[in-house]
Structures are given as structure tokens and as C-alpha cells.
């Protein structure tokens, strides 16, 4: 299976996929003239602002999420002790009857200690495997160093967008002064066509990276199905 085709994300109109990213950059570094990745660049750059903003949507659900499960694991066990310790006195109370020969009084009070007893046990279990089986997939997720790399790569991505933006404008006005300057229309220098490729290389470098992330986040989201089917969820 390929795994650019399988990223968890779902490409809408005006954006592209890992995939046709790089083909249309395998056609731009063999033939820069032909190549249609120019008329793509903002598909390019509506694909990473929608990536980071499902990212940054489903980081703050899933961080809500691991609160959610620590909170219901320890007020969960704090209900299971208060439950044994009633269990412990309904149990009391049945041996003191029992001493007693009051046999009706003491065979309830114990048959509801067993009864108390083992849902505690049952509701320590679960608590316990709720946040066992989810912690750890949510841990691999939710890692600073994830999320702190993503935002530092998010930053170089506007700033290359930025470099690109002032240098592709700047050429645009050089060349529009030196045309108004001859008084004809002139194709764009070699050294200009080389400034605009250059930009447009580091463009492509810093994508190529988003893409390396967004393989990882496959690679995690593929670790996290494995071990929740493991589980048995």
C-alpha cells in the first residue's frame, strides 16, 4: 500500500495531496520551463494552513481527551477505596449478626458485601484498562517534541512563503522597470529565472518536510490502530 496515498488527512478542492506534490516537483527539477508546480504553489499553500489547522484541532481534542481519562482513572479508584471501605463494614455488620444469630440480617448484609465487593473490583478494572490501553498511544501522539518540531517547521514554511512572496514581487519590478526603461517588452533574464527557481527550490525543500512530518503522523496514527486492535477496542 502506498503510504502518501494513505494519509489521514482528506485534500478538498484548491489543495493537493503528498502524492501529486511530488510528481509535479520530480517534472519541475527535470524541466523547470514545462512544468506546471509554478500554477500549484497555492494549492501548496492551502494544503499546509488546512494540515496545520486539522493538526493543531486534533492535538487540543486528544490533549482534552488524555485529561478526560487521567480524571475519570483517579477519580475512579478513589471510588473503588471509598466502596471497600463500605464493603468492609457491610461485612462487619453481617459477622456481628451472625454472632448474634440474627442468620436473615447477617446472610444480607454479606450477600451485599460480596455483591459491593465484586463491582469494585470490576469498576477498578476498567478504570485501570481505560487508562492503560489509551494512555500509551495518546502519549506517542501527544509528545512535546512532536508538536514543538511541527510548530518550528510551520514557522520556516511562512518564512520561505514570505521570502517568496518579496523576491518573486521584487524581480516582478525590476522587470517592469527595465521594460518601461527600454520601451519593449523583454523575456526575464537568465540571473532572474535563476533567482525565481532558486526561491521556488526552497519552497519545495521546506513542503518536502511537511510531507516527511505528515508520513510520520502516518506511521503513528498506523502504531495506534495496531495496538487498539491489540487491545481488543
Known amino acids: 500500500m502506498d503510504l502518501c496515498s494513505s494519509v489521514p488527512f482528506i485534500f478538498t478542492v484548491n489543495q493537493i495531496s503528498i502524492s501529486d506534490f511530488v510528481v509535479l516537483t520530480n517534472e519541475d527539477l527535470n524541466s523547470p520551463g514545462t512544468s506546471s508546480f509554478q500554477a500549484k ?3 501548496c499553500r492551502n494544503t499546509v494552513c488546512a494540515v496545520e ?8 481534542t ?5 485529561k478526560g481519562i487521567r480524571a475519570i482513572h483517579t477519580s475512579g479508584l478513589a471510588h473503588v477505596e471509598h466502596s471497600e471501605q463500605y464493603t468492609d463494614v457491610l461485612e462487619n455488620l453481617g459477622n456481628s449478626h451472625l454472632s448474634q444469630d440474627n442468620h436473615e440480617v447477617s446472610t444480607g448484609f454479606l450477600n451485599l458485601s460480596v455483591f459491593s465487593r465484586e463491582v469494585s473490583a470490576l469498576l477498578r478494572n476498567l478504570v485501570q484498562n481505560l487508562n492503560n490501553i489509551m494512555a500509551f498511544p495518546l502519549e506517542n501522539v501527544l509528545k512535546s517534541e512532536l508538536r514543538d518540531s511541527r510548530l518550528e517547521l510551520k514557522k520556516h514554511m511562512e518564512k520561505s512563503w514570505k521570502d517568496y512572496d518579496l523576491k518573486i514581487g521584487k524581480l516582478d519590478k ?3 522597470e527595465k521594460s518601461r526603461t527600454l520601451g519593449l517588452i523583454r523575456l526575464e533574464s537568465p540571473d532572474q ?3 525565481i527557481e532558486r526561491e521556488r527550490r526552497g519552497l519545495q525543500l521546506q ?3 511537511v510531507s516527511h512530518r505528515l508520513l510520520q503522523l502516518c506511521l503513528v496514527k498506523a502504531e495506534i490502530k495496531l495496538y487498539l486492535k491489540q ?3
Open 62 to 66: 486528544l490533549h482534552k481527551m488524555k
Open 231 to 233: 487491545s481488543d477496542l
Open 193 to 195: 529565472g535563476e533567482d
Open 207 to 209: 513542503m518536502c518536510e
Open 41 to 43: 504553489m497555492s494549492d
Open 53 to 60: 489547522e486539522a493538526l493543531e484541532m486534533d492535538h487540543s
Open 174 to 176: 525590476e522587470k517592469k
